[in-house]
């Protein structure tokens, strides 16, 4: 197999997510058709568009190349060289009620060496993260580092509660051993947004129980290459392909006391 072009992925990433966030933007005033796909879980007719937007190009440009879109699509192949993990509308239903908080979350995934690159973009701020494996994070050009904070009550935390029951509770659970430890909590309803947020160092880390692949592939790798730290709850490393994970991504100085905290420690 050639090397393959990290340069080239990035560049059609970058571009296609840009589309995509303008396909979104433009379609938010615009009267919208929402369903529910499962409990506490929506789609609505932007998420599919903008999903058939960003495959439709990926296929342009990489034939061979596979994909693992949350969207079900029967028609996209599965496999590749490269696997593209997309999320076209994470925040669907802060997009549905026209909360200003949604990106694009797309990554180039090589099986073998998991996330190579990886790209968010927020259309209403026109934000583009993006990273590629081993060569740092970006905002708009300009690199990214996670913030200094060394201490749980200087720290800002995000997180999100969960579709499900029982997982809804473990997250207040946790809330109710750390929320006085912290300076705040915020809960922004875009897990892969807050998380590329923290490779920003706008937020000193990010909970969350149960999330996707496509929630976390990019942001996990901005996260990894803005010098923080992203994990599942019990400290094991995240693999991209993984149904329903537990994530905390930080900017790794407050990560072990803080999972001490979500676990129940003093
Ligand atoms: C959701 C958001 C939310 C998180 C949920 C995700 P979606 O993604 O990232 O913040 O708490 O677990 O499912 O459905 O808007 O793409
Ligand atoms: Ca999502
Ligand atoms: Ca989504």
Redesign the pocket.
Known sequence: MPDLDLDQLLAVARATAVAAGDLIREKLDQPRQTSSKGFR??VTDADLATQRLITRRIREAFPSHGFLP?EENADLPTEGEVIWVI?P??????YSRQLPI?CVSMAAVIPVRGPVVGVIYDPLRQECFYSVQGEGAWLNGRSLQVSPITELSQAIIGL????HKQMRQSVLDSLSRFAHQVQTVRA?????L?LAWVAAGRLDAYL?Y???P??TAAAGLLIAEAGGQISHLDTTPLYWAEATQSVLGSNGRIHQRLLERVAGGE
Not at 89 to 94: E, K
Not at 160 to 163: F, G, K, L, M, R
Request: negative net charge.
């Open positions: 879980d929506l949350e999320d509308v994470d925040g669907t239903t802060n949604f999100d509660w969960s579709h922004f309803g875009s897990a892969a807050a969350n149960s999330l996707q496509w929630d």
